[in-house]
């Protein structure tokens, strides 16, 4: 028997972080009723929230209250372990696996059922989905406080066998801005009732679009740069029909604490500060035809840590919404850019790249 948690918290106060609150619990209720449906037997939803306790009460799930404040993940995950006597436990947050089918969760269902001694995971270094056993195994650990470092601490601290699903837009789509639930919208696989919440296509349609017929037309030439890994790297290189322009850097960045400590450095944050950031998009613009921007390696190299209202309005364009002189201004100056733009975190040049690719190529099926 394998248990199923799903973990949901409320963000902001803003307008923009509400939205994306309401988009991320429509796709948690969708992930569990297709957990269910895979055979996991025990539905449990970590909330503190009343909307959010309602909706995953409805597709079958236990409603687990949070305890710990500030919010805790391992020491959560392994107090529910305890509480509940569990040994196979799969764990998501919810904005993640909105493109999984109830048979590829079937398929780790069986796999975790199956082993003694593994972690599963989406991303072995920064993981929105981890499946474990023996979930005893939390106690050989140092619990984290996100879920993203739990593969590589139940590999490396506890001696778990680690392995990764198969990359795909399903498995690497987390959408934790707005820009990533705009994408989630033209996948084809994306459910019905995710395809019709409110996702910004007013603000972003004509970036999107641009970009999708850039990814498939030769001669043209796509910059992407942030925290880009191998395996994004790879799928680009082989499904895409223009030209890749690839800056790739600080890979692990927050796992290990880099942005925090003010050690992170990029290429491309040297030449934002010597030549500000009107040249320094006309300088990109000598490069691509069009760009997929993680900006937080930028800011981590610059020292900006905006809270997510304002680095929200920046993916979004809104310069109007930014108090912040430099941030306003590189918005400012990303919002005139002569090219199609996509700003985002590590998401946007990792789950939102391949489903934009991968719905850009279901538009045009005489390819």
């Not at 919208?185 to 296509?201: I, M, N, T, Y």
Request: proline content about 5%; overall charge negative; aromatic content about 8%.
């Amino acid at each position: 028997m394998s248990a199923f948690l799903i973990f949901f918290g409320r963000g902001g106060s803003s307008d923009i972080e509400q939205q994306l609150d309401k988009v991320k619990l429509a796709i948690g209720a969708v992930v569990l009723g297709r957990a269910a449906d895979a055979g996991f037997s025990r539905l449990y939803a970590v909330t503190n929230d009343d909307e959010a306790a309602a909706a995953f009460r409805a597709k079958g799930a236990a409603i687990l209250p949070a305890r710990t404040e500030p919010f805790h993940f391992g020491q959560e995950l392994s107090r529910i372990v305890h509480e509940k006597k569990l040994d196979r436990v799969c764990t998501i947050g919810a904005g993640a696996g909105a493109l999984l089918q109830t048979s590829e969760l079937r398929a780790l269902r069986e796999d975790l059922e199956s082993s003694e001694a593994v972690v599963l995971s989406n991303n072995s270094y920064s993981a929105d989905l981890v499946a474990f056993t023996p979930a005893s195994a939390l106690d050989a650990i140092d619990l984290p406080a996100t879920d993203n470092p739990l593969p590589r601490r139940l590999h490396q601290q506890a001696g778990l066998s680690s392995r990764q699903l198969a990359k795909s837009a399903a498995t690497l789509l987390d959408v934790d801005t707005p820009t990533d639930a705009a994408l989630l919208a033209r996948h084809p696989k994306c459910p019905p009732e995710l395809r019709s919440l409110p996702a910004w296509q007013d603000i972003l349609a004509d970036r999107i679009e641009a970009l999708m017929r850039l990814v498939t037309t030769p001669d043209k030439e796509l910059l992407v740069a942030g925290r880009v890994g191998a395996p994004v790297w790879t799928f680009i290189e082989t499904q895409t029909a223009c030209r890749v322009r690839m800056l790739a850097e600080e890979r692990g960045m927050q796992a290990a604490g880099r942005d925090a400590s003010g050690e992170a450095r990029s290429a491309l944050g040297f030449l934002y500060e010597k030549i500000g950031p009107r040249e320094f998009f006309a300088r990109m613009q000598e490069l691509c035809d069009g760009m997929l921007f993680d900006t937080l390696v930028l800011f981590a190299h610059l020292g900006w840590r905006p809270g997510a209202a304002e680095r929200f309005a920046s993916y979004l364009f809104m310069a109007d919404r930014i108090q912040a002189k430099p941030l306003r201004e590189f918005t400012e100056a990303a919002r005139a850019a002569p090219f199609p733009l996509l700003l985002g975190g590590h998401t946007l040049v990792s789950g939102v790249l391949w489903t934009m690719v991968e719905a850009a190529w279901a538009g045009h099926p005489e390819i």
